[in-house]
Nanobody, 120 residues
Framework: QVQLQESGPGLVKPSQTLSLPCTVSGGSITINYYYWIWIRQPPGKGLEWMGAITYSGSTYYSPSLESRTSISRDTSKKQFTLQLSSVTPEDTAVYYC????????????WGQGTQVTVSS
């Protein structure tokens, strides 16, 4: 059974870069045609799609976040990592990783989510 687990710092200071790895267990991140996604939910708001990395390493980002977002992968560790630069308090959210055969919806797997607070 494939499971995803986010790990993160919990608290980040404004202007710093947030780095969030997602570790995949019970499966491979090179599963053909799979997308590995980062999504967040700010307090009191809906889910926001941030970006994805595919089974082959191609990346896609939300236009509103593209200038600050990078997603990379380490196939040997079965991890894909979100980096969000120049964070502000508006980046405070629960961050989720997910995986599935489509980039935008219908994900097969979700992590439990990790709270990230941006505050000085």
């Amino acid at each position: 059974q494939v499971q995803l687990q986010e790990s993160g710092p919990g608290l980040v200071k404004p202007s710093q870069t947030l780095s969030l790895p997602c570790t995949v267990s019970g499966g491979s991140i090179t599963i053909n045609y799979y997308y590995w996604i980062w999504i967040r939910q700010p307090p009191g708001k809906g889910l926001e799609w941030m970006g994805a990395i595919t089974y082959s390493g191609s990346t896609y980002y939300s236009p509103s976040l593209e200038s600050r977002t990078s997603i990379s992968r380490d196939t040997s560790k079965k991890q894909f990592t979100l980096q969000l630069s120049s964070v502000t308090p508006e980046d405070t959210a629960v961050y989720y990783c997910a995986g599935g055969p489509r980039a935008a919806t219908g994900y097969d797997y979700w992590g439990q989510g990790t709270q990230v607070t941006v505050s000085s």
